[in-house]
């Protein structure tokens, strides 16, 4: 995990939360692929794990995908209903395009608190931009 941000107001004891992380992608995957199996890791931890709904988005150039997931976990020690949206960006690199790096922006937060805290992370994706580093 790359970065974990923290809501400052927790529902029942639980936080909302947004966690970045990224790798490095030599292979030919798809981001629903990637998508994919996020879900199935998902499902190795929690229960109930359901993508509600799933999206392509951005362009040939800097594609992404978007997907909504609902699941039972244990947090705090309480069972709670949650929902996960996840993020996902491909970044191919300026000058050798077999290098490619996927980001996976997420926001995790109770069935309640996920209207109220959406905006946020939405304005919060907005924001993200590759850092080119001064390469030309």
Request: proline residues 6%.
């Amino acid at each position: 995990m790359a970065f974990v941000a923290l809501h400052p107001q927790p529902d029942a004891g639980f936080t909302a939360n947004i966690t970045i992380d990224g790798e490095y992608r030599p292979d030919a995957a798809t981001l629903a692929e990637i998508a994919d199996h996020s879900v199935q890791r998902m499902r190795e931890v929690a229960e109930s794990v359901v993508v509600s709904n799933r999206k392509e988005v951005g362009s040939p150039d800097a594609p992404g995908l978007t997907q909504k997931l609902t699941f039972s976990a244990v947090a705090g020690g309480v069972p709670r209903a949650l929902v996960q949206l996840q993020v996902y960006l491909s970044r191919l690199h300026v000058r050798d395009p077999r290098k490619r790096a996927v980001i996976r922006l997420a926001l995790t937060a109770t069935q309640e608190q996920s209207a109220a805290v959406l905006g946020d992370f939405q304005e919060f994706v907005r924001t993200v931009r590759p850092d080119t580093g001064g390469v030309s």
